[in-house]
């Protein structure tokens, strides 16, 4: 049985991956459903595509939630040292391990971001929810990257920090409020914000989009890069962040 077979087992065994990919997807789509339903009548007009994405980021912190849990969880539990035991190249495990997540957290971002998309189309009445853009098809498509590599930092950050209340707080705090507050840094807060990974990926699946508010661009001022440099940016940062994370894994003890 190969390493991907078994890890999949592994993750499916458990009800949290369930209910986090639940989670996700009813998360995403329902605030869709307010963006847009809200929107009809007056201001119908101004519904977008980009606009039934509204709530597909918090899916997103929920499935890299899950990505961390299928790590620490067996750290908790104490089966890691098994599964090292059984597999002593570390490397390989971990390595399967984060391929099975971040595959079925791609799964998961496409079925949020056209579920979203699918819920938007029949609530925004005669709205131009029509996908007619390459931007626009960046934005669905690209969802289930950006889920894909966001579970890599997750999974990266389980490693690393083996406990699940702390690889959580991480992964959602940096992208939501680290992020937003680097501007605060004299001098140098509105360039870092610009290379940070999580602004990068927003840059990738925002830049250029019409949210319907005067044309505005979803992705603002901090994009630095063009989508697809940003999107190679924040893989950059997941795989770096992995390597360290097997390393340290390779050193210290199960």
């Known amino acids: 049985m190969s390493l991907i077979t078994v890890e999949r087992i592994k993750l499916f065994s458990t009800r949290s991956p369930w209910w986090c990919m639940i989670v996700a997807a009813v998360l995403s789509i329902g605030l869709a459903s307010l963006a847009t339903g809200l929107s009809t009548g007056a201001d119908e007009a101004q519904v977008t595509p980009a606009m039934s994405q509204f709530g597909v980021n918090l899916g997103q912190m929920v499935i890299m939630v899950m990505a961390a849990l299928a790590v620490t969880t067996e750290y908790r539990f104490g089966t890691i040292r098994t599964s090292f035991l059984a597999v002593p190249q570390r490397a390989s495990l971990l390595l399967s391990k984060t391929v099975v997540v971040a595959g079925l957290s791609a ?3 496409l079925i949020a971001s056209w579920g979203s998309w699918g819920m938007g189309y029949l609530l925004a009445g005669s709205a131009d929810m029509a996908i ?7 934005l669905l498509f690209g969802q289930g990257l950006v889920y894909g590599i966001g579970a890599i930092f997750a999974v990266a950050v389980g490693i690393l920090i083996r ?3 702390g690889a959580i707080a991480i992964l959602i705090l940096w992208p939501l409020l680290v992020e937003n507050l680097l501007t605060l840094i004299p001098k140098i807060g509105d360039d870092l914000q610009k290379w940070a990974p999580f602004t990068n990926a927003n840059q990738f699946i925002n830049g250029g989009q019409d949210m319907g508010a005067a044309g505005a661009d979803a992705a603002g001022p901090s994009a630095q890069l063009g989508p697809w440099w940003a999107l ?5 940062w997941g ?6 994370a097997i390393g340290a894994a390779n050193k210290r003890d199960a």
């Open 107 to 109: 799964v998961v971002g």
């Open 132 to 138: 007619d853009t390459s931007a626009e098809w960046r």
């Open 163 to 165: 406990q699940s209340a």
């Open 232 to 236: 190679a940016y924040f893989a950059a």
């Open 239 to 244: 795989i770096g962040l992995l390597v360290i």
